[in-house]
């Protein structure tokens, strides 16, 4: 079946780093385009990070912009995420996100249960 696995949140003081790791299994990893969101308490979930398949290109929301580095390994069916600088705001249940759209119009979306990231002093 597929799974989607989020490891590697917690708890961490303001300018610190956290690196976010996402396993997937149950189908062809490397064809989908894959990303994190994140959804901070009481607020809707958003966009942080999205990489396509073949990692051709990167898309960041303005706020984590030359802070978080999004990459994957298609050989380990594994997304991540590289958080630097990180700050109060950004604290959220971040989930891994994989989808893609065939050319026939049917639409693949799956999702991770979430992983806690909480940064506070």
């Known amino acids: 079946q597929v799974q989607l696995v989020e490891s590697g949140g917690g708890l961490v003081q303001p300018g610190g780093s956290l690196r976010l790791s996402c396993a997937a299994s149950g189908f062809t990893f490397r064809t989908y385009a894959v990303g994190w969101y994140r959804q901070p308490p009481g607020k809707e979930r958003e966009l942080v990070a999205r990489i396509t398949s073949a990692g051709g290109s990167t898309n960041y929301t303005d706020s984590v912009k030359g802070r978080f580095t999004i990459s994957r390994d298609d050989a380990k069916n594994t997304v991540y995420l590289q958080m630097n600088s990180l700050k109060p705001e950004d604290t959220a249940v971040y989930y891994c996100?994989?989808?893609?759209?065939?050319?026939?119009?049917?639409?693949?979306?799956?999702w991770g249960q979430g992983t806690q990231v909480t940064v506070s002093s």
């Open positions: 996100n994989a989808q893609k759209k065939t050319s026939w119009g049917r639409l693949y979306d799956y």
